[in-house]
């Protein structure tokens, strides 16, 4: 049993080296732990440090692809490199490396296949961020309650091969999309993590954050979740549309149905709207269909590449 823990980073060169040093190399249940550096075109020592380390492979981006590149670059690297199990974790140490055995025990005792490393020490900033965010992917997309921001996770091979990648900003609510809607089991284990003081390589403002990953989120369920998105709204639409037509049937029951047009104009407008986007949510269901098909044919074409 081989297991690869892959490290995406960018201008990690501070942090780095207590990340890998800090990988347990010897496991109960498995026999190998590799690590893989995947450096997303970094300015300073980054790759040096990761050698220096005791990476046992680091791949560098001709360019700074983004952490959802890069994370895929990651999986598809250990999987060349034939792992069993793939263990993600962040370049600037905010997850405790050493609990990568409790990470992965509900793959080895064959209970999961994804497990996430749920956190329970964020700062005040990124607690409230990770909470709004959690409660948006819960409940709108209809997933477990999980810790849906934490990039501590564990995938065995099978999982890794059918996770697909749709955003460009981050992979962590898209891979759990993946993950729910192709079946996968995913189990959350607690995790303490620590309190990263440094400016975030990812989140430039606040704003700019909030703005990328909500249009991300929004992006995730209409993709996975359509007729959830666009019936919601067409249900809506329909129910206030409704209201100025009961309106004016009223009025035209009791005789005063005149000089009420404006009523059916807007409630038939409304309700109109509401329909075009029930129909959207069902137009974005067969399209999901195919996507489907599309993603079974991928991990197909991996799994053949895999095996050469």
Same mark, same amino acid.
């Given at each position: 049993?081989?297991?690869?823990?892959?490290?995406?980073?960018?201008?990690?060169?501070?942090?780095?080296?207590?990340?890998?040093?800090?990988?347990?190399?010897?496991?109960?249940?498995?026999?190998?732990?590799?690590?893989?550096?995947?450096?997303?075109?970094?300015?300073?020592?980054?790759?040096?440090?990761? *050698?220096?380390?005791?990476?046992?492979?680091?791949?560098?981006?001709?360019?700074?692809?983004?952490?959802?590149?890069?994370?895929?670059?990651?999986?598809?690297?250990?999987?060349?490199?034939?792992?069993?199990?793939?263990?993600?974790?962040?370049?600037?140490?905010?997850?405790?490396?050493?609990?990568?055995?409790?990470?992965?025990?509900?793959?080895?005792?064959?209970?999961?296949?994804?497990?996430?490393?749920?956190?329970?020490?964020?700062?005040?900033?990124?607690?409230?961020?990770?909470?709004?965010?959690?409660?948006?992917?819960?409940?709108?997309?209809?997933?477990?309650?999980?810790?849906?921001?934490?990039?501590?996770?564990?995938?065995?091979?099978?999982?890794?091969?059918?996770?697909?990648?749709?955003?460009?900003?981050?992979?962590? &609510?898209?891979?759990?999309?993946?993950? &729910?809607?192709?079946?996968?089991?995913?189990?959350?284990?607690?995790?303490?993590?620590?309190?990263?003081?440094?400016?975030?390589?990812?989140?430039?403002?606040?704003?700019?954050?909030?703005?990328?990953?909500?249009?991300?989120? /929004?992006?995730?369920? /209409?993709?996975?979740?359509?007729?959830?998105?666009?019936?919601?709204?067409?249900?809506?639409?329909?129910?206030?549309?409704?209201?100025?037509?009961?309106?004016?049937?009223?009025?035209?029951?009791?005789?005063?149905?005149?000089? &009420?047009?404006?009523?059916?104009?807007?409630?038939?407008?409304?309700?109109?709207?509401?329909?075009?986007?029930?129909?959207?949510?069902?137009?974005?269901?067969?399209?999901?269909?195919?996507?489907? /098909?599309?993603?079974?044919?991928?991990?197909?074409?991996?799994?053949?590449?895999?095996? *050469?």
């Amino acid at each position: 049993m081989k297991l690869i823990v892959t490290i995406p980073c960018y201008n990690e060169e501070e942090n780095l080296e207590a990340v890998i040093k800090e990988v347990p190399r010897s496991l109960p249940g498995i026999d190998v732990v590799e690590v893989i550096v995947i450096d997303d075109g970094s300015t300073d020592r980054t790759i040096e440090v990761a *050698k220096e380390a005791g990476a046992d492979h680091v791949v560098p981006n001709k360019e700074n692809k983004g952490l959802a590149r890069t994370f895929e670059r990651a999986l598809w690297e250990a999987l060349q490199h034939g792992a069993d199990i793939i263990v993600n974790t962040d370049g600037d140490n905010h997850y405790d490396q050493s609990r990568i055995g409790d990470l992965i025990k509900p793959i080895l005792e064959e209970k999961a296949e994804i497990v996430i490393g749920s956190r329970k020490n964020l700062n005040t900033k990124n607690k409230t961020l990770n909470k709004i965010g959690s409660y948006v992917m819960t409940s709108w997309a209809g997933l477990p309650k999980y810790d849906v921001s934490t990039g501590f996770r564990a995938y065995t091979k099978e999982a890794a091969m059918r996770l697909q990648i749709y955003s460009t900003h981050t992979y962590v &609510h898209t891979t759990l999309m993946s993950a &729910h809607d192709s079946g996968l089991v995913t189990v959350e284990v607690p995790i303490p993590d620590r309190v990263v003081d440094r400016p975030s390589r990812l989140i430039n403002s606040i704003p700019e954050h909030i703005w990328k990953a909500g249009w991300n989120i /929004v992006r995730n369920i /209409v993709v996975f979740r359509p007729m959830r998105f666009f019936g919601s709204f067409g249900l809506i639409i329909a129910i206030i549309g409704a209201v100025p037509l009961i309106r004016f049937i009223y009025f035209f029951a009791i005789g005063e149905g005149s000089g &009420h047009l404006q009523s059916i104009i807007i409630g038939t407008m409304l309700i109109l709207l509401g329909y075009i986007n029930v129909v959207l949510g069902l137009l974005g269901s067969s399209i999901g269909w195919h996507r489907k /098909v599309t993603e079974e044919v991928l991990y197909r074409l991996k799994k053949a590449e895999l095996d *050469k």
